[in-house]
């Protein structure tokens, strides 16, 4: 896996070092195609390009997420929604406007998810 992409690069800004880290440790010889993938096409590829700043990126993110109940992967997106410096009022309005068009379950879940991580950010915080 090229660990020294720009796609890697802001895949540990938005995400940290400590949750890319942890990937790269399951990763397997199965699972490498696909890491690689993701680092290349959606961090390298698409978070890298100069239309949309990362505030808005992970805006966006959180509201496909929440659309498409990817129930695992928001509490990782919304500590990167806070270091790409969304508040939590915003994040907050990101799930009820999403929750309008895509469904109050989806955006129930995603709240449930969202203060369980803002919860965790917080307390990561103080200490």
Not at 44 to 54: S, V
Not at 59 to 71: K, Q, R, S, Y
Request: net charge negative; charged share 25%.
């Amino acid at each position: 896996m090229n660990l020294d992409n720009a796609g890697n690069t802001v895949r540990r800004e938005v995400l940290g070092d400590e949750h890319v880290d942890r990937a790269i440790a399951r990763t397997t010889e199965f699972t490498r195609p696909f890491q690689e993938y993701i680092t290349e096409a959606a961090w390298g590829a698409i978070w890298t390009r100069a239309g949309l700043d990362r505030r808005t990126r992970s805006a966006i993110t959180l509201a496909v997420l929440t659309a498409l109940g990817c129930e695992g992967e928001i509490a990782m997106h919304v500590h990167g929604a806070l270091r790409n410096g969304l508040t939590r009022e915003e994040i907050a309005e990101v799930l009820l406007h999403t929750g309008v068009y895509a469904g109050v379950p989806k955006a129930n879940a995603a709240f449930a998810i969202a203060s369980a991580a803002l919860n965790d950010s917080a307390t990561t915080e103080s200490e």
